[in-house]
């Protein structure tokens, strides 16, 4: 039975999984750090630099050592690339990629011996989806940067891992940016292939199954660099690796993009 409390931070803790996740760890007594847009302990855009650094400095002073680092801070855009505003796409990486990998940045500091850093990326890292790219392209960054930062920390007592779920139901399909503009080009297809409906709702993951997976993860001595979350997409990962990128990006066109 464990006794020592761990001082956990959530980036993105306030809602969806971040909130089910610290939940989880103050029921198991541990410290629990919210970064957040609505944080109840730091209030703040993971995409805003400078204050995140500060954020950091001051839980250091505040709480000491980190023994786990969780990013799920993150913010979804969708729309055809070319016609989506430059401060939306930038928006969507300041957040996602560069809110993630500072975090990291400024958490390693004041990381303790064995400590863990769990980033929560998506299954749309390994299967990018039409009208969502950008979102699907900050994920799989994020995915490398995850794969690169656990090398070359292999050599510490500090581990790393991603951590990809497919879709959940939580809020974070109605908060997404849904932008439906279009042209001749596409018609319809931009918003009838984004538009969340009760259908594709109902097929998402349940929170809780999520939750008690990545918790599980979390938990293991030692990680593999990588894991995916959701039984479709385990079989659909390891159908991409046997078929060449040309066919999967077919069948994932005829799934996705709707006329």
Same mark, same amino acid.
């Given at each position: 039975m464990r006794i020592e409390k761990r001082t956990v931070v959530i980036t993105g803790a306030s809602s969806g999984i971040g909130k089910g996740l610290k939940e989880r760890f103050e029921k198991k007594g541990d410290i629990v750090i919210d970064i957040s847009l609505d944080g109840k302990d730091y209030?703040?855009?993971?995409?805003?630099?400078?204050?995140?650094?500060?954020?950091? *400095?001051?839980?250091? =002073? !505040?709480? %000491?050592?980190?023994?786990?680092?969780? &990013?799920?801070?993150?913010? %979804?855009?969708?729309? +055809?690339?070319?016609?989506? @505003?430059?401060?939306?796409?930038?928006? #969507?990486? *300041?957040? !996602?990629?560069?809110?993630?990998?500072?975090?990291c940045k400024y958490a390693l500091?004041?990381?303790?011996?064995?400590?863990?850093?769990?980033?929560?990326?998506? +299954?749309?890292? =390994?299967? @990018?989806?039409?009208?969502?790219?950008?979102?699907?392209? /900050?994920?799989?960054?994020? !995915?490398?940067?995850?794969?690169?930062?656990?090398?070359?920390? /292999?050599?510490?007592?500090?581990?790393?891992? /991603?951590?990809? @779920?497919?879709?959940?139901? &939580?809020?974070?399909? #109605? !908060?997404?940016?849904?932008?439906?503009?279009?042209?001749?080009r596409y018609g319809k297809s931009v918003e009838l292939s984004t538009k969340p409906t009760e259908k594709t709702e109902k097929r998402r993951m349940d929170p809780n199954y999520a939750i008690n997976k990545i918790i599980k993860v979390i938990e293991k001595k030692k990680f593999k660099p990588q894991y995916i979350i959701g039984k479709q997409y385990h079989i659909f990962y390891a159908f991409k690796r046997l078929v060449t990128t040309n066919f999967l990006n077919k069948c994932i066109t005829k799934i996705f993009y709707k006329k």
């Amino acid at each position: 039975m464990r006794i020592e409390k761990r001082t956990v931070v959530i980036t993105g803790a306030s809602s969806g999984i971040g909130k089910g996740l610290k939940e989880r760890f103050e029921k198991k007594g541990d410290i629990v750090i919210d970064i957040s847009l609505d944080g109840k302990d730091y209030q703040c855009d993971v995409g805003d630099d400078a204050k995140l650094k500060a954020v950091f *400095d001051d839980i250091y =002073l !505040n709480y %000491g050592e980190i023994d786990i680092l969780i &990013t799920c801070a993150g913010y %979804g855009i969708s729309g +055809a690339v070319e016609l989506l @505003p430059e401060d939306a796409t930038r928006k #969507q990486f *300041d957040v !996602n990629f560069f809110g993630t990998a500072n975090a990291c940045k400024y958490a390693l500091p004041i990381m303790k011996k064995k400590s863990k850093i769990v980033i929560i990326s998506s +299954a749309t890292a =390994l299967f @990018p989806v039409p009208f969502k790219t950008y979102y699907c392209a /900050s994920k799989a960054a994020v !995915n490398s940067f995850a794969q690169g930062l656990k090398m070359e920390l /292999s050599k510490t007592q500090i581990d790393v891992t /991603s951590i990809c @779920p497919g879709d959940i139901r &939580t809020n974070f399909s #109605q !908060n997404r940016d849904k932008r439906y503009e279009t042209n001749e080009r596409y018609g319809k297809s931009v918003e009838l292939s984004t538009k969340p409906t009760e259908k594709t709702e109902k097929r998402r993951m349940d929170p809780n199954y999520a939750i008690n997976k990545i918790i599980k993860v979390i938990e293991k001595k030692k990680f593999k660099p990588q894991y995916i979350i959701g039984k479709q997409y385990h079989i659909f990962y390891a159908f991409k690796r046997l078929v060449t990128t040309n066919f999967l990006n077919k069948c994932i066109t005829k799934i996705f993009y709707k006329k």
